[in-house]
């Protein structure tokens, strides 16, 4: 089956603790994405890579790394998390870049 | 820089009422404009999509968008709304010619279907 896979679902840690969360595409998808979702923000994007070891910087950077050594993995890192980056993830994927994007489940991540 | 808006934050519509959400895009250029739907507790699932051609497009579960390129409006319909529907409904842009890879998403648009 077709799917981006995301793990873990849920986390909550405590500031300055560094996480990542993990991505998956089975698809042999070229572009890969990374959004968080906040009320009455939408989804803005974080960081995008366009193939492998070709990352760029979306709307909101800050605060966030990431890497793509293999075409399937997109992972998220964040360093020192801070309460302001409390939120919903989503990890998406296209074919290539300009194309529909399929869409993770989502990571609710809580940073107390 | 490009931007989306969507001004309906909140809809609330009886079953079988008509549907229209508003989406409008700030780019003068090419663009490929999609609508998503997340129903509660899920991921974002592709309703439909536009690259070029007929500015009609259908997509699933009866709903559909016409693109105006003069008004810069990518707005989504459906006749008749089912209790089902209740979601939140995004629009998304990106510009081909712009020189950036990015994916614009509007702010969302929560429907509440009535049953």
């Known amino acids: 089956e077709a799917q981006v896979t995301q793990n873990p679902r849920y986390l909550i840690t405590v500031t300055g603790k560094k996480l990542t969360v993990t991505c998956s595409q089975n698809?042999?998808?070229?572009?890969m994405s990374w959004y968080r979702q906040d009320p009455g923000l939408g989804l803005r994007q974080i960081y995008y890579s366009m193939n492998v070891e070709v990352t760029d910087k979306g709307d909101v950077p800050e605060g966030y790394k990431v890497s793509r050594k293999e075409k399937r993995n997109f992972p998220l890192i964040l360093e020192s998390p801070s309460p302001n980056q409390t939120s919903l993830y989503f990890c998406a994927s296209s074919n290539i870049w300009g194309y529909e994007q399929y869409f993770g489940p989502g990571t609710r991540l809580t940073v107390t | 820089a490009q931007s989306v808006s969507q001004h309906n934050h909140h809809v609330i519509l009886s079953e079988a009422a008509s549907l229209e959400l508003g989406c409008n895009y700030s780019y003068g250029g090419t663009v490929n404009l999609f609508w998503y739907v997340q129903y509660p507790g899920q991921h974002l699932q592709l309703l439909l999509k536009y690259f070029s051609g007929d500015p009609l497009v259908k997509g699933i579960k009866g709903f559909e968008a016409e693109f105006i390129k003069s008004k810069f409006s990518f707005n989504l319909r459906k006749p008749s709304v089912q209790w089902s529907d209740t979601a939140e409904y995004f629009c998304?842009?990106?510009?081909?010619?712009?020189?950036?890879?990015?994916?614009?998403f509007g702010t969302g648009t929560r429907l509440k279907v009535l049953a």
């Open positions: 698809m042999n998808h070229e572009y």
């Open positions: 998304a842009v990106n510009a081909p010619t712009s020189g950036t890879y990015k994916y614009i």
